[in-house]
Nanobody, 121 residues
Framework: QVQLVESGGGWVQPGGSLRLSCAASGSIVRINDMGWYRQAPGKQLELVATITSGGSTNYADSVKGRFTISRDNAENTVYLQLNSLKPEVTAVYYC???????????????WGQGTQVTVSS
């Protein structure tokens, strides 16, 4: 069985920073693209950022210059550094892997359980 486990969310004041982590566990052979998505109250799920296994990144326009996605392939972990936080980024942040090969099995569009990020004074 494979799991994506997010951590690092919490409450922070405007202007502050957080670092989210998402670690994939299990007998993993390969993970393709990984990414972060978020869902604010009453809104649809939206893309935040993605990163390929080779390190190419893609960001939503709203987070460019403030958020940075990175990954450690050896640790099967993806990170999201959130800087200069504003209240409007408050949401549940979900980790996603578009393809995971593990223990002879394949998973597609696999999601973590989410971690809450709250920005308020």
């Amino acid at each position: 069985q494979v799991q994506l486990v997010e951590s690092g969310g919490g409450w922070v004041q405007p202007g502050g920073s957080l670092r989210l982590s998402c670690a994939a566990s299990g007998s993993i052979v390969r993970i393709n693209d990984m990414g972060w998505y978020r869902q604010a109250p009453g809104k649809q799920l939206e893309l935040v950022a993605t990163i390929t296994s080779g390190g190419s990144t893609n960001y939503a326009d709203s987070v460019k210059g403030r958020f940075t996605i990175s990954r450690d392939n050896a640790e099967n972990t993806v990170y999201l550094q959130l800087n200069s936080l504003k209240p409007e980024v408050t949401a549940v942040y979900y980790c996603n892997a578009d393809y995971i090969r593990y223990s002879g099995l394949d998973e597609y569009h696999y999601w973590g359980q989410g971690t809450q990020v709250t920005v308020s004074s």
